[in-house]
T-cell receptor, first 113, second 113 residues
Framework: NAGVTQTPKFQVLKTGQSMTLQCAQD?????MYWYRQDPGMGLRLIYY???????DKGEVPNGYNVSRLNKREFSLRLESAAPSQTSVYFC????????????FGEGSWLTVV | KQEVTQIPAALSVPEGENLVLNCSFT??????LQWFRQDPGKGLTSLLL?????REQTSGRLNASLDKSSGRSTLYIAASQPGDSATYLC????????????FGKGTKLTVNP
């Protein structure tokens, strides 16, 4: 059971560089999410996609773009990385039913210097 | 805006002790509440999900209660073990079909042998 797979796990970027975090799920879920986790701030939603072809902003979308490539894949792009984007990024997926269990990836550690 | 608070931020107990973790939320119009566990360097794992119409859920040594009217939930861990050491996060999903979760900052639990 792969569940939710994120790549890369670790990345160091220079200020101004761009990169894409990849996420794929094999549970046939409709909904996918990108969160960031910072010390003392908890998890905050960046973007989410309720279904293939749709995306919507979360709490902290500035500086990010997303693409729901297909039902399985949801990518997060940093166009011009800033030190404030140093964080741990988590992708997640769920099927919106009464159980609404959400599954998280292992995280991507991003450092912007 | 929904806000979720978890107290205490950290807790250290001896093995075998029963303990309670607390979660409070400001807007009682929730769809459900979930408790998660996060191990260092890992993603989140869903432990228990309580629908807004429910008062509690149990899984093994874990029992979660929900008092929607007062905006509170507790996670009770019986007979704690060193393997229970982790950060426990609470998250709420708002009504209206929103799939977005709002997280607390977590309680870091250490169970000492």
């Amino acid at each position: 059971n792969a569940g939710v797979t994120q790549t890369p796990k670790f990345q160091v970027l220079k200020t101004g560089q761009s990169m894409t975090l990849q996420c794929a799920q094999d549970m046939n879920h409709n909904s996918m999410y990108w969160y960031r986790q910072d010390p003392g701030m908890g998890l905050r939603l960046i973007y989410y996609s309720a279904s293939e072809g749709t995306t919507d902003k979360g709490e902290v979308p500035n500086g990010y773009n997303v693409s729901r490539l297909n039902k399985r894949e949801f990518s997060l792009r940093l166009e011009s990385a800033a030190p404030s984007q140093t964080s741990v990024y988590f992708c997640a997926s769920s099927e919106f039913d009464r159980r609404n269990t959400i599954y998280f990836g292992e995280g991507s550690w991003l450092t912007v210097v | 805006k929904q806000e979720v608070t978890q107290i205490p931020a950290a807790l250290s107990v001896p093995e075998g002790e029963n303990l309670v973790l607390n979660c409070s939320f400001t807007d009682s119009a929730i769809y459900n509440l979930q408790w998660f566990r996060q191990d260092p360097g890992k993603g989140l794992t869903s432990l228990l999900l309580i629908q807004s119409s429910q008062r509690e859920q149990t899984s093994g040594r874990l029992n979660a209660s929900l008092d929607k009217s007062s905006g509170r939930s507790t996670l009770y861990i019986a007979a704690s073990q060193p393997g229970d050491s982790a950060t426990y996060l609470c998250a709420v999903s708002s009504q209206g079909g929103s799939e977005k979760l709002v997280f607390g900052k977590g309680t870091k639990l250490t169970v000492n042998p």
